[in-house]
Every structure is written in structure tokens, then in C-alpha cells.
């Protein structure tokens, strides 16, 4: 990975469980920058069948050098102890993966609704 100028955005934001739904945010914009946020999402294939083009193969060892290069940065945008957690996960969409289940929390907009039809309810109730 070349030196991305933008890495330095990960070292004040570090994850430590409470701000999953900001964190991503920061680490798409270093990925998107090195043109590697795909790996977040998909994980490579294992292995390619023996009568792949030349075009496949260094597709398949791009990929797998930016998903190794991406599992390295993911760990050291987190505190010690979720970094812990999750090295030994082979693919950083592994990674990512577990994140999301374990930290995702709703935001608030998706609430909107059901808090104006409540208000709505408890005017009309006062009314």
C-alpha cells in the first residue's frame, strides 16, 4: 500500500465498540482512496479452477493482496482489545462481518416514524 496521507484519520477514531456506525465511514474514505473498499464486502475466492485465464489470475492475486493489506489496517484502527478479537479472521469481509452484527445500532431516523405516529396518538388522546 502506498502511503495514504488520509490513514491518519483512523488514529484519533480509533473503534472501541461505541462508535461502530461512525467508524466505517472513516475507514471507506482511506479504502476508497487506495481503490480497495471492495474486499469489505466480498472475500475472495479460495482458490481458482486450473484452466483460469491470465486475466483471472492476477485478478484473484490482486484481490487477495488487498483483502491482506485491508486485514492489516482494520486491526490498527481499533483499540487493543478488539483488536484482540478479531486477528485471527482470515478475510477482512470476516472482519467487517462481525462488526457489523455485534455494533450496529439503528439510527435514529429509522425511529421517526414510529415516534411521530406515537406523538400524533398522544395528541389526539389530549385533544
Given at each position: 500500500?502506498?502511503?495514504?496521507?488520509?490513514?491518519?484519520?483512523?488514529?484519533?477514531n480509533?473503534?472501541?465498540?461505541?462508535n461502530?456506525?461512525?467508524?466505517?465511514?472513516?475507514?471507506?474514505?482511506?479504502?476508497?482512496?487506495?481503490?480497495?473498499?471492495?474486499?469489505?464486502?466480498?472475500?475472495?475466492?479460495?482458490?481458482?479452477?486450473?484452466?483460469?485465464?491470465v486475466?483471472?489470475?492476477?485478478?484473484?492475486?490482486?484481490?487477495?493482496d488487498?483483502?491482506?493489506?485491508?486485514r492489516?489496517?482494520?486491526?490498527?484502527?481499533?483499540?487493543?482489545?478488539?483488536?484482540?478479537?478479531?486477528?485471527?479472521?482470515?478475510?477482512?469481509?470476516?472482519?467487517?462481518?462481525?462488526?457489523r452484527?455485534?455494533y450496529t445500532?439503528?439510527?435514529r431516523?429509522?425511529?421517526?416514524?414510529?415516534?411521530k405516529?406515537?406523538?400524533?396518538?398522544?395528541?389526539?388522546?389530549?385533544?
Amino acid at each position: 500500500m502506498s502511503k495514504n496521507p488520509l490513514i491518519v484519520i483512523l488514529e484519533p477514531n480509533k473503534l472501541n465498540g461505541n462508535n461502530y456506525n461512525h467508524w466505517p465511514r472513516n475507514l471507506k474514505i482511506i479504502l476508497d482512496f487506495e481503490i480497495q473498499t471492495y474486499v469489505l464486502d466480498l472475500s475472495p475466492l479460495a482458490s481458482l479452477p486450473d484452466d483460469s485465464s491470465v486475466k483471472e489470475r492476477v485478478t484473484f492475486k490482486k484481490w487477495h493482496d488487498n483483502d491482506r493489506k485491508v486485514r492489516s489496517i482494520i486491526p490498527t484502527s481499533m483499540t487493543n482489545e478488539l483488536h484482540k478479537q478479531y486477528d485471527r479472521l482470515d478475510h477482512a469481509s470476516s472482519i467487517m462481518m462481525r462488526l457489523r452484527d455485534l455494533y450496529t445500532v439503528p439510527d435514529r431516523i429509522y425511529d421517526m416514524p414510529r415516534l411521530k405516529h406515537s406523538l400524533v396518538l398522544r395528541w389526539l388522546k389530549n385533544c
